[in-house]
């Protein structure tokens, strides 16, 4: 099966003098195999196309992808329309139990949601005509799905979806927290949620103000609350501390105990605890995505991790996810770069008592705490952005710095906009380590203000990483992007930083990600949103050690070298928190 994708806001047919109709060898003798539709947007006929892929090179905009699939993957699940994304396969509900599922931005993970949640109808390919459920039922005869499309079908399904993009929840609801949530409470347990997901002090907020993190947690306390036989949750996470991430995942579990949950998460730390099974999301973001059949959770993301799948036998990452084992350099060898001044910065009701350290050259320092504890404050001591009340920064050291919450306020393109603050654009090595790594070459010629999320957390990055600077400073980097992408700024931070005279500090919430990418860390602690203490930079061991005695929680490391957090009370986590070994036990 070939499939041809023509990605149509990246397709400048007028710019580009419509090279793919002029170097198509079908075209030139007289097929119709390319061609321009009404809005002058290259269309490629997949059944002319031999997929001799020389419009694919000869595109400028890399707006054509030309895609041979394997013969067992001859019915698609469901594909948008001509020239468009390919979904293969579903995610399995499962009566009791928590579905995972994992996978790259652009897969098809939310399409397989809105299939299973009734809001689309899959079309088995086929977009030319409406397809009957009795064509659909008939392909999934004798399948673990059959049962659910067979209600789905004749709408017997009540579902609740928590959508993934919760931005979009102040623009079609006005009013405060209270106003929106007793609308859902259809279960009687919002009372709980209220407690755990710690929401009584914003009842009286309006939804429009609330910040990320709050508006996460009204999210999904509102769709646990609704009545319903299955739950589809999209990405719990974004901007919750790990305090909270865990308080989420409690409440998840509680209603997997009754009904079946389907979980989109790019946590792999939660989604390892919450799930029960697994499925794996590969393919090309935005051309096709497959959808493989329940693994064991730990089976499932060690080979998502490794790129690899032995039952399927596809390969669909060049690279493994690997976790060192650290002893951790304690910077003897290496030049000091800055020293952390002991400082004092007080607000109205919060007051932030910071203890010295030094930073040396070379390393990448992770930065854990929960929210409301003065994280985001600290970052700004350092960029200058806010002044001490006592202490003073080293002003001989040049700081960038990345916020936590991005502005997209210029129409200009992103090439445009990295080109105004680098110089070294052009070169080979920034080509590799940013525009590369960071998958900025579709996005190029995009307007910064029309980017997503994930696209525009990306171009952030590599916006701080191009100013020259001595320290980088960012805040929540892994923010919107899927597993690959955290894993690619491994890369990124350490070419930026490796035999330099640079450094980087990393705000973030995912326990991954500083696990990957820290080589020491600065722990905070205190009561969040009245006092905050940072503390260190310490060593991994000590500091996580720290930080998760803080939180109560423990983590081992199975034969992969990855973190999995112990089952609160379970014998390991008994064993670990009595000898105050949190994190770091030996490999399985």
Known sequence: MRIAVVHKDLCHSRKCGSECMLYCPRVRTGDETVILDEDGKAQISEELCVGCGICVKKCPFEAIDIITLPEELEYPTHRYGPNSFVLFGLPAPIEGKVTGVIGANGIGKSTSLKILSGQISPNLGIFTEQVRW??????????????????????????????????????????NVWDLLKTTDERGALDHYLEVLSLRSILDQQIANLSGGELQRVALAAALAREADFYFLDEVTPYLDIYQRMA??????????????VLIEHDIAILDMLADTVHIAYG????????????????????????????????????????????????????ELLVIPDMERSFD????????????????????????????????????????????????????????????????????????????????????????????????????????????????????????????????????????????????????????DAAILVIDHDIYVIDIISERLLVFDGEPGVKGEAKGPFDMRTGMNMFLSQLGVTFRRDMSGRPRINKPESYLDREQKSRGEYYYQDTE
Request: aromatic letters at 8%.
């Open 248 to 261: 989420a995942a409690s409440v998840i579990r509680e209603v997997a105990g009754e009904k079946p949950v």
């Open 134 to 175: 009795e064509d659909i039922l008939k392909k999934y005869t004798g399948t673990e799905l059959f049962d659910y499309l067979q209600r789905l079908s004749k709408e017997s399904v009540k579902v609740s979806v928590k959508p993934q993009y919760i931005d979009v929840i102040p623009k079609v609801f006005q009013g």
């Open 349 to 500: 009701k919060f007051h932030l008592n910071v203890h010295g350290g030094v930073i040396y050259a070379g390393e990448v320092v992770g930065i854990v705490g929960e929210n409301g504890i003065g994280k985001s404050t600290f970052a700004k001591l350092l960029a200058g952005v806010e002044k001490p009340d006592s202490g003073s920064m080293e002003t001989s050291v040049t700081i960038s710095y990345k916020p936590q919450y991005l502005k997209a306020d210029t129409s200009d393109t992103v090439e445009f906009f990295l080109r105004q603050i680098t110089k070294s654009f052009d070169s080979p090595q920034y080509q590799h380590d940013f525009i590369e790594q960071l998958n900025l070459a579709p996005i190029l010629q995009s307007p910064v203000n029309t980017l997503s999320g994930g696209e525009l957390q990306r171009v952030a990055i590599a916006a701080c990483l191009s100013r020259p600077a001595d320290l980088y400073v960012l805040d929540e980097p892994s923010a919107h992007l899927d597993v690959e992408q955290r894993v690619r700024l491994t890369k990124v931070f350490k070419n930026q930083v490796e035999g330099k």
């Open 284 to 335: 090309k973001p935005a051309v096709f995505g497959i959808i493989t059949r329940p693994k064991g959770v730990r089976i499932g993301i060690n080979q998502y991790l490794d790129g690899f799948l032995p039952e399927e036998n596809v390969r669909f990452r060049d690279y493994q996810v690997s976790f060192e084992i650290r002893a951790h350099k304690d910077g003897s060898k290496r030049e």
